[in-house]
């Protein structure tokens, strides 16, 4: 992997795009963010968060892939009365993240300190974001292309609307085994 590329800020999270992921994180008050990508072992490699746009940071990781673990420290300043507890030793999880791996247990490591920041690295213990891929493959399904003035969108209720079928078996009525019948399918 070479070191982060600017990147975009928006889609938020990390978005793997089949040659590497862009990664985004929001922090208004932040002055550095780092990734921080593990190996199997645990092993971590941090990278500067180059771009920013307004409050978001952001950065782009050539050659990283689905399964990729990572997390993010964050500088800014310490002064809890204003709410900021920006403490770099303490990995932070994506909040968009799709994927965790490992336990949030109560662990002294993971504690940031209250009125002085805890120093400690907890990045051992603490639970890790985890790259996805959204790729699915449609094999020869293909969109309908329905223009929007004649798609209709039909809402039913899954248990009220066959509840009152009167083509359905009574002692099915209100349960999900109605749903795959002929006579639901093609309404």
Same mark, same amino acid.
């Given at each position: 992997m070479t070191q982060l590329a600017i990147g975009e800020a928006t889609p938020h999270g990390a978005t793997y795009d089949g040659h590497g992921v862009n990664f985004t994180l929001f922090s208004a008050h932040a002055e550095r963010v780092e990734l921080c990508v593990f190996d199997s072992r645990g092993n971590e490699r941090r990278y500067d968060l180059p771009g920013r746009r307004g409050d978001v940071w952001h950065g782009y990781l050539a050659g990283a892939r689905p399964g990729l673990r990572y997390g993010y420290r964050v500088h800014g300043p310490w002064?809890?009365?204003?709410?900021?507890?920006?403490?770099?030793?303490?990995l932070?999880?994506?909040? #968009?993240?799709?994927? @965790?791996? =490992?336990?949030?247990?109560? &662990? !002294?490591? *993971?504690?940031?300190?209250?009125?002085?920041?805890?120093?400690?690295?907890?990045?051992?213990?603490?639970?890790?974001?985890v790259i996805i891929s959204d790729h699915y493959?449609?094999?020869d399904d293909a969109a309908p292309r329905t223009p929007w003035g004649k798609t209709v969108i #039909?809402?039913?209720? @899954?248990? =009220?609307?066959?509840?009152? &079928? !009167?083509? *359905?078996?009574?002692?099915?009525?209100g349960t999900d085994q109605e749903l795959g019948r002929p006579v639901m399918v093609a309404e």
């Open positions: 002064q809890p009365a204003q709410g900021h507890r920006f403490n770099p030793a303490k932070l999880l994506d909040p #968009y993240a799709r994927r @965790v791996e =490992g336990e949030l247990k109560d &662990h !002294p490591l *993971l504690h940031g300190g209250h009125d002085e920041p805890d120093y400690r690295d907890n990045a051992a213990v603490a639970p890790k974001s493959d449609w094999e #039909y809402e039913a209720h @899954v248990k =009220g609307r066959p509840y009152l &079928h !009167p083509e *359905l078996p009574q002692q099915i009525r």
